[in-house]
């Protein structure tokens, strides 16, 4: 599975971004999506992920209420909306892949390359 994450960009604090991660070579409706994000100097760190169907979302304390993970499996394509952003958003945002939803959080078998958000105070 190849992914190609993209919409990353500069914002103002408080505003909103869509992120995409277009999926290809796979069955893309057969796997977990994750989104993840690392600033300089610090690790990878999980944002959230939903399931096959798109019935189960899951998100990290510090983006709930602000972010939302949607897919669409006729697009091949898993989204990650933004809103209310804060200069700590800042990051390179990566899609991840996973057959199973139980490895989607920790170990991801697919990476897509990553896109620069910056959200200037």
């Known amino acids: 599975v190849q992914l190609q994450a993209s919409g990353g960009g500069l914002v103002q604090v408080g505003d909103s971004l869509r992120l995409s991660c277009a999926a290809s070579?796979?069955?893309?409706?057969?796997?977990?999506m994750g989104w993840f994000r690392q600033s300089p100097g610090k690790e990878r760190e999980f944002v959230g992920f939903?399931?096959?169907?798109?019935?189960?979302?899951y998100y990290t304390d510090s983006v709930k209420g602000r972010f939302t993970i949607s897919r669409d499996n006729a697009k091949n394509t898993v989204y990650l909306q933004m809103n209310s952003l804060k200069p700590e958003d800042t990051a390179v945002y990566y899609c991840?892949?996973?057959?199973?939803?139980?490895?989607?959080?920790?170990?991801?078998?697919?990476w897509g390359q990553g896109t620069q958000v910056t959200v200037s105070s």
């Open positions: 991840a892949a996973d057959p199973k939803l139980s490895d989607i959080r920790t170990n991801p078998d697919y």
């Open positions: 070579g796979g069955t893309f409706s057969s796997y977990a």
């Open positions: 939903i399931n096959w169907s798109g019935t189960g979302i």
